[in-house]
């Protein structure tokens, strides 16, 4: 249930109060990927620095995942379900067509005064959630959120696509995100950017109005996740730099100031190489693509619970989170947690 009145003091903040992650427990290696397509674990390791992925059963959906890593983020930031205003899923592999899958976490956490929704902004959905339920509580719309990304990617992977189905696996990561006045931290800015033209360079087309299910499909791999590698490979570099590069003369930081950039798991050399441009300190750039794979909007939130958990970023640090992905969209949020 959405708050009636507004409370706009310039004090409001929107602090990180929690964060928690879920992955399934079934693992796929490179070696297993070796035994079901012409690959090597050599090749995705040095091409990707992948070597395992999480793979969710039959049983395990999407909802089922993000309701996990929410119940570890509400029990971080010592949060009643109950209490919660606003779950807001990110997702591109939802519960199914509708109801939205927010609908389901909110019915299995019994968050009764929450509104419920997904964002479908692919690996940059957290990155982009995080913005708008920034602005909520900033204007006193809102005391508490729910952001979650939660991926099952595996559902949609061509088995038998050498090119792709290397690169996925199925997680979720979620944050609350409650309002606090005179809080000196929380989230401090976010740019975001999406540009259409080049939506063949990631999509699955099937079943939606333009595919629609009652209609045979051209081509029988539209169900799947495809992909043109080269041409996300050479724009995630570029827009990760912009973005982060934005965040840092917005908010009038230097890399000094920043203990930690979390960008979007999409390929280990991609975040090395946009890292070497912004003469970012290997110990500043966090990756767990070697674990997880690319979970999608799922990706941010379980490596920000990671670094959190390890004791890699502690209370007051200044975080950059970025993330690039199918639209084509990006984003980036600075917070100090
Ligand atoms: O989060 C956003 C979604 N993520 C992405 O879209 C991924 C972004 N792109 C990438 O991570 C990389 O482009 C890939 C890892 C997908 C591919 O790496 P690459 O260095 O760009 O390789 P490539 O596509 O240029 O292919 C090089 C060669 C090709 O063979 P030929 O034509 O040179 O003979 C491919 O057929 O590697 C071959 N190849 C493979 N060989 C062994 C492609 N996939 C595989 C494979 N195992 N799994």
Not at 52 to 73: I, M
Request: with cysteine.
């Amino acid at each position: 249930m959405e708050k009636k009145t507004e409370d706009r003091s310039p004090t409001n903040r929107a602090v990180i109060t929690g964060c928690g992650s879920f992955v399934p427990s079934k693992i796929l290696t490179n070696e297993d990927l070796a035994r079901m397509v012409d690959t090597s674990d050599e090749w995705i390791n040095s091409r990707t620095g992948i070597k395992t992925r999480h793979l969710t059963s039959d049983e395990e959906s999407t909802a089922y995942l993000a309701t996990e890593a929410a119940k570890r983020a509400l029990q971080y930031a010592g949060l009643d379900a109950e209490d919660l205003g606003l779950i807001v899923v990110a997702t591109i592999t939802p519960e199914m067509v509708f109801p939205s899958t927010a609908c389901f976490v909110q019915q299995a956490l019994g968050a009764k005064k929450a509104w419920a929704f997904d964002i479908g902004a692919a690996c940059s959905g957290f990155v982009y959630s995080l913005h708008l339920v920034h602005q909520l509580i900033e204007n006193g719309r809102l005391d508490s959120a729910l952001v979650i990304g939660a991926e099952t990617l595996t559902k949609i992977t061509n088995w038998k696509d050498r090119s792709s189905c290397i690169l996925f696996g199925d997680g979720a990561g979620a944050v609350v995100l409650q309002r606090k006045q005179n809080a000196g931290r929380g989230i401090l800015y976010s740019t975001v950017g999406a540009d259409g033209t080049f939506w063949e360079a990631l999509n699955c087309q099937a079943y939606g109005s333009r595919h629609p299910v009652s209609r045979p499909l051209d081509n029988p791999d539209k169900v799947y996740m495809q992909i043109k590698g080269r041409e996300v490979y050479q724009q995630a570099v570029r827009r990760i730099v912009d973005a982060v590069t934005d965040c840092l003369e917005h908010c009038g930081l230097t890399l000094d100031d920043v203990a930690m950039v979390i960008s979007h798991q999409m390929n280990a050399r991609i975040i090395e190489s946009a890292a070497k441009r912004l003469n970012l300190p290997e110990e500043k750039v966090f990756i767990n693509i070697q674990n997880y794979g690319n979970t999608s909007a799922a990706s941010v939130p379980i490596a920000f619970d990671e670094c959190v958990r390890h004791s890699k970023i502690k209370k007051g640090d200044i975080v950059i989170f970025v993330a690039f992905g199918a639209g084509v969209t990006w984003g980036a949020n600075v917070i100090e947690f």
